[in-house]
């Protein structure tokens, strides 16, 4: 296992861009998430790159990996603790090549217990399953089942489970298996993202 994925808990996905991304970013960390990811998918490069690269040092303050989702070379420019790839994103061999060995490449397996099989063999560091329920912003997203979970656990990599989770429905994601529970509208469109984070958090709390 990686070793900056041995925390379990909220991944945090922003849902930029918003003119207070680093506040609320801020406000999430406070309330304890565990990773945090850049979901950006307008093509302000400038502004992509500043943000970047604030997240980043927000996210050392916090001593929370920092992810860019999908854009290897956003993540490189920046030195990122990791990216988080997509169907049509790069491959995990290519991105590794790219980043290096210390860095955290996740990968998307939707609803595929064999893709997950296959992007574990390439050197993926985690593995992302979803959606698990109706999301508002991935609406025609596939959905998965609570049994990948349990079936991807030999694989022996952390797992994310993601999807319109919400604390109130996370707890059978828990219990079978999700060491990561990923979040956008959950945590950065409530009216307090710290009171947000926290109750996600308390999820893996003894």
Known sequence: MHPHLTRRGLYAISDGPRPDLLSAVKAV???GAALL????KTTDSARRAFEARALRELCARFEV???VNDDVELALAVAADGVHLGEDDSAVAAARARLGAGVIIGASCYDSLARARQLAAAGADYLAF???FSSPTKP???RATLDL???AKPLGLPLVAIGGITP?????LVEAGADFLAAISGVFTQADPE???RRYAALYKN
Request: no cysteine.
């Open 140 to 142: 025609n997203a596939r």
């Open 37 to 40: 990811q850049y979901r950006d």
């Open 130 to 132: 979803g959606a698990f």
């Open 149 to 151: 979970l349990s079936e």
């Open 195 to 197: 009171v947000a984070a």
């Open 168 to 172: 109130d429905n996370a707890r059978p």
């Open 65 to 67: 990996p920092f992810i």
């Open 29 to 31: 960390l406070h309330g």
